[in-house]
């Protein structure tokens, strides 16, 4: 009997040590497995120093011992002396740390930036992590560790690195009730009716996950918001986090309901020019900082899907902005006012919209209001365009918005790495000031001089144990903090170092799940929307495809909208015989779209309403290359399951095992959208699917009849 319990414990200490459940995310720290690398880690680090305490050096020290014990498999010592081999953590203001690194280097890295440096003293090699802040030391603490993790040198090193922009940010869209909208990964993570007292281990290793790739702020709350999150009650949760989090250089912001006056402050009415409303913000805004004195600001989305905001007053999203940011400007906070409006009244191109409503504003806001626009002009689809907003208000902060939650890309059961997306929209230049006027150069404010900077990107975070449902949606977390502290790393950078850290170093396994996750951006695109296709998906959930969807409420809302399939042909036409969306462009991004024959065909069916039969580039009708493109996508998907299959035992079974599973989801649906878009389309076009392509096995009858009443992360602001 003891002996069965003997056997027993050792299992469940053997399993608990290798349960591969995702919860570590990048931050595992196991130890190396090279021999080599191993040796010349453990001789370079012997010891660390701090040259002080501080919550953030603490937190650092923490981080350090923890993970350099994980990594080197041996004891770390805390050293008070420098000594050979030793790490010596701190911020410029330290005299030795001034005196071993340059002023020079220190104006080169900002507030938040660091340095990592192999210098000599008395005849005695050390590295030393240093930053204007201890924050800026935390972070280099982090890319130090992340060196060790990627299994890169670190005999003479010397690296010194500043943030792209300023505010590198996460909106989740969290409600009060812990549902989450377009969540997929369970529930929130922020457990109301526990805070402020109770403390979730979750909170520290959130925090940790992202300090480590530089994430500063966080929105904790849906901006379909609720006012309550702004009342004493909350507050008090909201600020105990905030507690958890200032260690690790995390701001919180909330967001606010525009018309919180009235829902918790028993006004009449929410009108920004109005004086009782003005003083209410004003108070609020001061109270806030009471319990968190370095509270970031407000998000806000008003006059957009149906939340309130300063058009209700007949007065302009800039009354509005700068009325709140009045209320935060004594405290430094800011304001960020999202541009994703459309009217409930106009029948304009939605894609126009925002623009239309915001450029004519350009110049109008507060110093401290930032516009928040999304990758697309549309809405987070698998590919758009870059919003003609960029480039656009060259007297106004705009920051990036993208969307980690897959609402669009197959929810959390499609593996979709988003990098390559995010760089698409950042690399596309706006020509706003002639050539190489890149969105990554309007959004970090180096194009126009901006004073404050930021990306933000909404959430794929919950409560589920590995916090993004798909192991691979870590990767976009992680890739947009790394994005946004240097958007000029590439996809790949990006890929490499996150399997490096999450799975293991070897090779083989690098180079086949690197060479998947670039491809399955397109991949997905080709099975969802190729050629330029948008917002074709499911009614209100958006769960799988639904083209023929034509009865919502809003014309807008249908994806008949969209695409415009009719017997001539498919495509929105956004030129001058269209809506014109085009002419929002600099025209020299205009010229490259405006023409039929030279369009990118990424793009075609965005900007062109194109006749079935034309002949693309490949030499095939636009029908056949629809059809190629659908099945193109599904054959890729089978694609990445058999490479995947072929890494079998090489790593972890736990994580092999979920992968395989949801590659098999990925590849039904995939299937799934290509027959239903092209049956339906056929009906427009009237042509066959190709000779060789295997026949869709159900009728176009059978998908329209699918319903998904209870699919996930369906929102509402609660
Ligand atoms: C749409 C989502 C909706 C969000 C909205 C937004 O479907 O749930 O509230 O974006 O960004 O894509 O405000």
Redesign the pocket.
């Known amino acids: 009997m003891k002996k069965y319990f003997v056997l027993l414990y050792c299992c469940l200490t053997v399993y608990t040590l290798h349960a591969e459940d995702g919860y570590r995310l990048w931050l595992r720290y196991d130890k190396i497995d090279n021999s080599k690398l191993l040796q010349e880690y453990r001789n370079a680090i012997s010891s660390i120093q701090f040259t002080r305490t501080s919550p953030t050096l603490n937190a650092a020290k923490e981080e350090l011992l923890n993970d350099l014990q994980g990594l080197l498999d041996k004891k770390i010592q805390l050293q008070d002396k420098i000594d050979n081999g030793i790490v010596l953590i701190g911020a410029a203001a330290d005299s030795i740390i001034h005196s071993l690194i340059s002023n020079d280097t220190f104006n080169k890295i900002g507030k938040e930036g660091f340095v990592i440096k192999t210098v000599k003293r008395n005849e005695k090699n050390i590295i030393v992590i240093a930053g204007n802040t201890d924050v800026g030391a935390l972070y280099g603490c982090f890319h130090f560790l992340r060196l060790l993790q990627t299994h890169q040198t670190i005999q003479h090193l010397s690296i010194v690195s500043a943030p792209s922009v300023q505010l590198r940010m996460l909106d989740h869209?969290d409600n009060l009730n812990r549902t989450v909208?377009?969540g997929y990964a369970g529930m929130s993570i922020w457990n109301w009716q526990k805070l402020p007292d109770y403390i979730d281990r979750r909170y520290i290793d959130y925090a940790r996950a992202n300090a480590s790739i530089g994430i500063n702020a966080v929105a904790l709350n849906?901006?379909?918001a609720n006012a309550t999150i702004l009342t004493k009650d909350y507050l008090i949760k909201v600020a105990a986090l905030a507690n958890v989090f200032r260690p690790y250089g995390i701001k919180i912001f909330l967001s606010a309901r525009f018309s919180a006056p009235i829902e918790i402050g028993g006004l009449k009415t929410a009108d920004p020019l109005d004086e009782q409303v003005q003083k209410w913000w004003k108070q609020k805004a001061d109270e806030i900082y009471q319990y968190i004195p370095d509270f970031g600001g407000f998000l806000v989305?008003a006059n957009?899907?149906g939340?309130p905001g300063p058009q209700n007053y007949n007065r302009t999203h800039a009354d509005g902005a700068n009325m709140l940011a009045d209320a935060l400007a004594p405290h430094n906070g800011i304001v960020i006012w999202?541009a994703?409006v459309y009217s409930n009244d106009t029948i304009d191109d939605r894609f126009k919209q925002a623009y239309n409503e915001f450029k004519p504003l350009d110049g109008k806001f507060r110093k401290n209001v930032l516009i928040q626009v999304?990758n697309g002009p549309i809405?987070?689809q698998p590919r758009e365009p870059f919003h003609p907003l960029f480039g656009a208000m060259p007297q106004t902060q705009v920051m990036t918005?993208f969307?980690l939650t897959q609402?669009?890309l197959g929810f959390s059961t499609h593996l979709v790495f988003l990098a390559p997306l995010f760089k698409e929209c950042l690399d596309a230049d706006t020509y706003a000031k002639g050539q190489g006027s890149f969105v990554s150069k309007v959004i970090d404010g180096s194009l126009d001089n901006h004073s404050i900077s930021g990306m933000s990107a909404?959430s794929n975070i919950g409560n589920d144990i590995n916090w993004t449902g798909h192991p691979f949606a870590q990767a976009n977390w992680y890739a947009f903090g790394r994005l946004a502290w240097n958007h000029d790393l590439t996809s790949a950078q990006i890929a490499d170092e996150w399997i490096r850290q999450t799975f293991i170093n070897d090779k083989r396994f690098v180079d086949t799940v690197k060479t998947m996750m670039l491809a399955s951006r397109e991949t997905t695109v080709d099975y969802m929307t190729p050629l330029g296709l948008h917002h074709i998906m499911g009614y209100s959930h958006?769960y799988g495809p639904a083209p023929w969807y034509n009865t919502a409420t809003r014309a807008d809302w249908n994806p008949t909208y969209f695409h415009k399939a009719d017997t001539a042909g498919i495509g929105f036409d956004r030129t001058a015989t269209g809506s014109n969306a085009l002419s929002q462009y600099a025209p020299e991004v205009s010229k490259k779209f405006e023409d039929i024959n030279t369009c990118d065909e990424k793009y075609l069916l965005w900007f062109h309403h194109v006749p079935w039969n034309f002949k693309i580039n490949s030499g095939r009708s636009l029908w056949d290359e629809l059809c190629y493109k659908y099945y193109a996508g599904v054959d890729s998907v089978r694609w990445m399951q058999r490479s995947w299959n072929n890494l079998q035992g090489v790593i972890d079974d736990e994580r092999f095992e979920q992968v395989k599973m949801l590659l098999t989801i990925q590849e039904k649906e995939a299937v799934w959208w290509r027959n239903a878009c092209v049956l339906y389309f056929q009906t427009f076009s009237k042509m066959p699917v190709p000779k060789g392509f295997e026949q869709p096995d159900k009728s176009l009858e059978y998908y329209e009849g699918l319903q998904f009443p209870y699919a996930p992360g369906i929102?509402g602001n609660q």
């Open positions: 869209w909208e377009r849906n901006v379909n989305k957009s899907e939340q999202r994703f999304k809405d987070f918005e969307q609402e669009y909404v958006h929102g």
